[in-house]
């Protein structure tokens, strides 16, 4: 006889293009074969039927509302927006960790690091304003560019930085031994890791702990001495990692020569933010890696399959450290 399979809810808030409910919808029927998938809003559902819960930006007590749940599928690398939530039910919560993703952001801090190392955004200023003066090009070995964060995503950038001959070094909460990287850890390690950096990456998840770690204290720590002359700052984690007004202040006044901003404190960033129009920031709209549909509902479905033969889940949040 063969086993019951537990049902599937959905409940996705993304509002964006790779976020639409639909389209999820229709990966996972195809990847969940003969599971009961439903998309929530579905009054035909009866919510005691629900074993597992597949979602993105869920509403505040959405959860609760699943008495037999057993597992909850965050479905983003960052479950800081779920675990806000004070009526979440105590439940394994596993959160994206799949290839697809890690090579997407990989792409995105290459792209970033390199458009800085090859001042590109002196050089867009001059095409706009007709002028042919380029100015010294160094070598990528001149730079040192320093990862916060040496995760899933973190670990794979800095391989591909590494790659293309900068210093890389990062930061971590314990301690990491990756070759060709130095690596720096805990409240110890910070001031060392960041007065060897040029470009600094972020790459951490949001936390209590991490929350506004980006501030002028820490700004003001980065290596100036380099062809860069100012440091740079990327930051692809989450906006509650920066203190925006902090951060701005650091760009006004010359303490960081430039910035690539994928996430803030508040998205949609609103249109009256200073830094859409700032000449040295780069702005990309939280699509730094998109999550797709494709990769992660099959993730999903192995994660279910595993748990259904009774071996364990992977890539469970921590809740005590919060991602
Ligand atoms: P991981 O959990 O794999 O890695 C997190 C890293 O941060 C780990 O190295 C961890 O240290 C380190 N860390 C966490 N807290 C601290 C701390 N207090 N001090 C020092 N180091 C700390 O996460 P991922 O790499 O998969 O993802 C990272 C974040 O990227 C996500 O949480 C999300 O916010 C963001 N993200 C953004 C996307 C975008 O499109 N902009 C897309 C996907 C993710 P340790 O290894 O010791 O545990
Ligand atoms: C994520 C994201 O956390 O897309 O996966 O931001």
């Not at 819960?53 to 509403?59: C, F, L, N, S």
């Not at 458009?115 to 001059?126: D, G, K, N």
Request: some cysteine; charged content about 25%; aromatic content about 6%.
């Amino acid at each position: 006889m063969s086993r019951p399979r537990g049902t599937l809810a959905l409940l996705i808030h993304g509002g964006t293009d790779n976020w639409s409910p639909e389209r999820w919808k229709t990966r996972f029927d195809a990847v969940c074969a003969d599971r009961p998938v439903f998309l929530l809003p579905d009054e035909t559902l009866d919510p005691a039927e629900v074993r597992y819960a597949a979602v993105w930006k869920p509403r505040p007590g959405e959860l609760a509302a699943f008495a037999n749940l057993r597992v909850i599928f965050n479905l983003g690398a960052g479950v800081d927006a779920l675990i806000a939530d004070a009526s979440l039910p105590k439940l394994p919560i596993v959160r994206v960790a799949v290839d697809d993703l890690t090579k997407r952001m990989t792409e995105y801090v290459v792209l970033h690091v390199l458009a800085h190392h090859r001042q590109e955004i002196y050089l867009r200023e001059s095409q706009r304003e007709k002028r042919w003066e380029p100015k010294t090009q160094w070598p990528a070995g001149a730079i040192s560019v320093g990862i916060m964060g040496l995760g899933n995503l973190g670990a794979d950038a800095a391989e591909a930085l590494k790659i293309l001959g900068f210093k890389v070094s990062g930061w971590s909460r314990s301690e990491k031994n990756i070759s060709g990287v130095s690596c720096f850890h805990g409240m110890d390690g910070l001031a060392p890791f960041l007065k060897k950096t040029n470009i600094l990456v972020c790459l951490l998840p949001l936390t209590a702990e991490t929350r506004h770690i980006l501030n002028r204290s820490l700004l003001s720590m980065l290596d100036r001495d380099s062809p860069l002359g100012a440091p740079v700052l990327i930051n692809a984690g989450r906006g509650g990692l920066q203190n925006e007004a902090e951060l701005l202040a650091c760009l006004n006044d010359g303490t960081l020569g430039a910035a690539t901003l994928d996430v803030f404190e508040t998205e949609p960033l609103p249109k009256e933010s200073p830094f859409w129009t700032h000449r040295k920031v780069l702005i990309t709209p939280h699509n730094a890696a998109d999550t797709d549909p494709d990769a992660i509902s099959k993730y999903v479905a192995v994660q279910i399959e595993r748990h259904e033969a009774g071996q364990t889940l992977q890539n469970v949040v921590d809740m005590r450290r919060g991602y």
